[in-house]
Structure formats: C-alpha cells, structure tokens
C-alpha cells in the first residue's frame, strides 16, 4: 500500500502565514503538517508516498527530501497550481494510482495517528472516511444508507441545514483499491477533467460513481477519534488547542478561551455557569422563527432597551441600566466610579481586575468553607476608610447566601457611613427560601440611591450567547452617565428581541428554577460520594469543593478530566484567597451531565 498526499494548493485563508510556505508546512505546537502526516504513515507501515506539490514546491522537497522515517518520497508536480484546483493534482498523479492499493489524504489535515489505523484495518477495499457532521465541519457532506454505502455527495452550494442530521463530513482521507482505481476512479477522473475542467475538487468523481448502481465505494465513520482541517487561522487556533503537546498545554488552551467550546463537540463543560432548565424549547422556537428579521435589522438604541430591561425586571426606567452582558457595566463602573472598595475573597475576578489593586480592602474569610454574614463584613469594615463595597450574593466561587434581611441591614450600615454599595445577584434565582431574595425593587432603590443591583441574565436564565446584563441603582445620575458611556447600540437585535417576549415565558422560568433546585440537591448528595471531595453548601448553581487527596493537585485533577472524559472544571487554587489550597469549582447541570461527573471523578479516587 502507498500513500497519495495532495499538497499543492496556496493556501490564501491564511494570509501571511502562507506567504513563504505551503499549508503542509505550517507548524501547529511546534511540528510541521507534513511531518504529522508522514509520521503517521509510518506508524502503520507504508513504505511509499507520493506528494502532488506546487506552490513553494522547492520548499516542501528540501524539507522532506527523497525518504522520511522509512519512506520512499516521490514528488509530482502541479505547474498550474494557481489555475487549477486539486481535482488536476491528483490526475497528475494517475499512473500512480494504478500501480498499487492507496490512501490518499490532503495535506492540510490534522489527525490523531489511530485515524490512519482506522481506515487501514478495515477490510473492506474502498474507503471514504467520514464523521458525523457537526457545527464546526466545512466543505464536502455525504449521506449514507443502512450498509453505510454512500447514496450521495454535496458540495457546500447543496448543503441543506434542514438535513443535518442525516449528514456525515468527508474527512478528505480514502483508501482506493488499485482494482478501484483502475476500474472506476481513473477513468472518471481523465474523463472529467477532459470534459468539465481541472478547476473542482476531486470528490466530483466519487460523485459521479456513487450515482452507479455497483457503485463499490463505501463510508467508515470514526467514533470520536480527533481531526481537523486547517484552512484559516481560527482553524490553527482550535487545532493547537486540540493537539496540544501534553495534556497540561492542552487544559490551559481550552480553559483560556473562555467559552466558544461548541467547536469542540464532545466537550462537557462544567466550568461556565447557566441555568440548564431555561429557556424552554418554545421560547427557542419563537426566537427561530424571527432569526431573518432579527439578523437583518438593526436593534434599537439604549433608551428602548432601558425601557424592556424595566418592564423586565419590574424597575423605572431612570433606574436600570442594560449591558453587553453584566462585564460591560462591571467594567464601566469599576474603572470609574468604585474608588476605594470592600472586596469579599475569593470573588468573581472580573470586579477586582477592573481596578487598581491597592485601591482593593480585601476582606477574607477565616474559615474552611469560605462563609460570612452581613455581621461579618460590617465588622471588618467598621474602621476601613472604604467609599465602595461590593458584596456577591449568593457568592462566587462559594455559593454562600446572605438572607434578604440581613442584606437590608447591611445596605443601612452602608447608608450610614456614606458607603456606596455594589450587590451582585446574578445568581439570587437559584436560592432555596422562601420569600423576599432580589433587590431589584424600585422603591428599595429609591430609598437607597448608594445602592447598585447587578445581575447577570446569562448564568440564571440559561441565554450566555445573547450577552446581557444590567445594573439598577437609584442614583439617576449614575445610571445616567453610564448609559452615555456604553454605545448607543450595545445590545443585540437577538438579545432585544429575548427581553420583549421573556414576560409570556416567565412561569417557565420559574418551574425551570424549581427544577433546578431539585437537581442541585441531588447533585450535592451525589457529590458527597467523592470520598476526595468536601463540598462545600452552596446557594449557587454551582459547588466549590476542596480536594481530601494528596495524589493530585486541583490543577492536575482539571487537566485530568479534560484528558480521559473532554469534561472542563473550574480549577480554582490560582486564587490567592485560597492560599494554595486545592479548590475546584464544579456548574450544576442536567441529571445526565451531573451523573457523568461524578462517576468520572469517582475513578480518580
């Protein structure tokens, strides 16, 4: 068996990073395309490999040379590679198709080596590998019938979205019998060439002869092993991230993006924060059916969006304030408007990143599970020369509540020495009591004009995407002034459109935070099986646990799930506050999600 490579395209997606070289030689965390390529051909025993090159050819054979690991390399060259497509590569390379079995692959792929092995230990002669098309996937599709024969092949102009499920991705590797070749593929391919031209992709053929009815080419789907196609940036970007050269690089790759994780299909992420029972398929629907108009108009300006985000929440509209989700105004408020601050340890980070530290009055809990009262913080503070404080509640990372009326009092100790005060409720909805929990009351912030309200709308109503948020506060003044400090077009059409037809669905919301609570504290008993795990109460939708073992780090336990199961936690021990303690933070999701974690972790103990 021999191995065809086509790699002699330009590779212009990726601008300047294909100025001096080929595709195949991009380097993704350190090592060349081609030499992934070659060393997995190797791996499995091909003594022979036939490269089609073209641009920046002389490039590709000095780096490579005439044998590689074992390897006989020989070279077609494709003089018109800035003319033609990859169709004319591989009709250059014809004759060699005839001579022996091949697998041919382009050399922009990126694949674990057991994908090779795959497609290699298949007996059966004709191969198209191919993996169920997700969200990520570009370029050629195929559906398959029961004997996973393909009935057809579609291009990107014929790709219908309403079909996706029946849809599986080419993963541009084949394995072509030299009987297959000499019998169906050759043919067609001098023949297409003759007659429609040498500027289409070569999988034009395997089209052709899927269409016969003794059509001998079949699909082997993969079952999760990993590959990728790297035509622009963002894809080298992803595919570092996937490839990464240890398992540490790869948790720090993944973790570092900060969200954007539908590229990676199979990843269970347990590290961002929503609400998994909202919002309801109905809701989904609605917005669905008004996608066209939504993408194709311009959203409204910030005094109609102030005016749904009051309905909203049930505020004037002098009082609240709408954002590009809540960091937009945690930013603008932080940078101008905190002054010296009370900040409660460990917090959500994005508060005290957006100031300067030594204008920070840190106030840390002393005990195991991180938990305070309003009389704690009253008596830290009582002599720290403080204009802002902050307080988070429920807390994140821990979870810990302050009851409503205790907040009350905090907020007239606040009014009493002239300290303006900032309550994060992003994650109120979640708690488990009974009667008055938000803040955000017109008449409350009337009476307390030092008082800000922030609160998320993407961790408790399940909507991250669409990036809201908002701030209330009495001080007209301020809201004001950041409403002239935001864009005037800061919210979406998508997000508007959510906040106008949220009130028909808010009886959903509330069942979906009943069903939520149910769920954390079946959870919460589950977790306590993880003998290597104390878990720590929470009022949240999540859990901060600290880890009882000396085997591993919390770091080396994230790195760890990531590796074996693609499940993302929080690792939460770089925090100071925790002084190097093993802490980890850990999302509550779904029955099912919640279960998978447990019983992954359960195997690390």
Not at 384 to 398: A, C, M, R
Not at 526 to 553: D, G, H, W
């Amino acid at each position: 068996m021999q191995a065809i490579i086509l790699a002699a395209g330009m590779g212009r997606r990726l601008g300047e990073l294909t100025n001096d070289n080929t595709k195949c030689m991009l380097e993704v965390n350190g090592t060349r395309l081609i030499n992934r390529t070659l060393d997995a051909i190797a791996a499995v025993g091909i003594k022979r490999a036939i490269l089609v090159v073209g641009y920046k050819a002389e490039n590709v054979k000095k780096w490579v040379g005439q044998s590689y690991n074992g390897i006989e390399i020989v070279y077609v060259e494709n003089p018109i590679y800035d003319q033609t497509n990859n169709i004319y590569s591989l009709f250059l390379a014809k004759e060699h198709l005839l001579n022996d079995d091949t697998i041919l692959l382009e050399s922009d792929l990126i694949f674990e080596p057991c994908v090779l092995s795959r497609i290699i230990d298949e007996p059966y002669p004709n191969l198209a590998l191919v993996d169920k098309y997700e969200s990520w996937m570009d370029g050629t599709v195929v559906t398959l019938d029961e004997r996973l024969k393909i009935k057809g092949f579609f291009t990107k102009e014929e790709f219908r979205y309403s079909d996706i499920d029946s849809y599986y991705k080419t993963v541009n590797i084949y394995k072509f019998s030299r009987e297959f070749s000499e019998t169906h593929y050759v043919p067609f391919l001098e023949a297409y060439c003759h007659a429609l031209g040498r500027n289409v992709y070569y999988e034009q053929v395997l089209k052709v002869i899927t269409l016969l009815d003794d059509s001998p080419l079949k699909a082997l789907p993969l079952s999760g092993e990993k590959w990728y196609e790297i035509d622009d940036i963002q894809d080298l970007d992803i595919a570092s991230s996937i490839f990464a050269r240890s398992d540490e690089e790869r948790y720090r790759a993944v973790s570092s993006r900060f969200g954007g994780f539908w590229r990676y299909p199979h990843l269970l992420d347990f590290c961002y924060l929503v609400n998994p029972y909202f919002p309801p398929q109905q809701m989904v629907d609605e917005i669905k059916a008004s996608f066209d108009t939504l993408l194709r108009e311009y959203p409204s300006g910030m005094r109609v969006n102030s005016l749904l985000a009051a309905k909203y929440f049930g505020v004037a509209q002098e009082h609240i304030v709408v954002g590009n989700g809540a960091a937009e105004l945690i930013k603008a408020y932080m940078e101008h408007y905190a002054g010296k601050m009370g900040i409660l340890f460990p917090t959500f980070e994005e508060y005290p990143n957006r100031v300067d530290r030594e204008s920070v009055v840190e106030y840390t809990p002393d005990n195991d599970s991180m938990q305070y009262s309003a009389e704690d913080i009253m008596a830290f503070y009582a002599d720290k020369p403080i204009e802002s404080l902050l307080v988070i509640n429920p807390d994140n990372p821990s979870g810990n509540y302050i009851p409503y009326a205790d907040l009350l009092r905090l907020i007239a100790w606040a009014k009493e020495r002239g300290i303006n005060i900032v309550i994060d409720e992003s994650f109120v909805d979640f708690v488990d009591v009974e009667g008055e929990y938000s803040l955000l009351k017109d008449e409350l912030l009337s009476l307390n004009p030092h008082l800000c309200v922030v609160k998320s709308i993407s961790k408790s109503y399940g909507v991250p995407g669409f990036r809201l948020g908002v701030l209330a506060s009495g001080n007209c003044e301020l809201i004001a002034r950041l409403k002239r400090e935001v864009a005037i077009w800061n919210i979406n059409s998508f997000g508007e459109f959510y906040m106008q037809i949220y009130e028909k669905y808010h009886k959903d919301y509330v069942d979906a935070c009943r069903l939520f609570r149910q769920e954390r504290a079946r959870f919460y008993e589950e977790l306590q099986e993880v003998s290597m795990l104390r878990v720590i109460p929470s009022q949240a939708n999540y859990f901060l646990c600290e880890l009882t073992t000396t085997k591993f780090t919390a770091t080396e336990l994230a790195v760890r799930l990531l590796a074996k199961h693609d499940i993302l936690i929080k690792d939460c021990s770089g925090k100071a506050s925790f002084r190097g303690r093993n802490f980890i933070r850990l999302a509550v999701r779904d029955r099912k999600d919640n279960h998978k974690l447990v019983e992954a972790l359960k195997e690390f103990e």
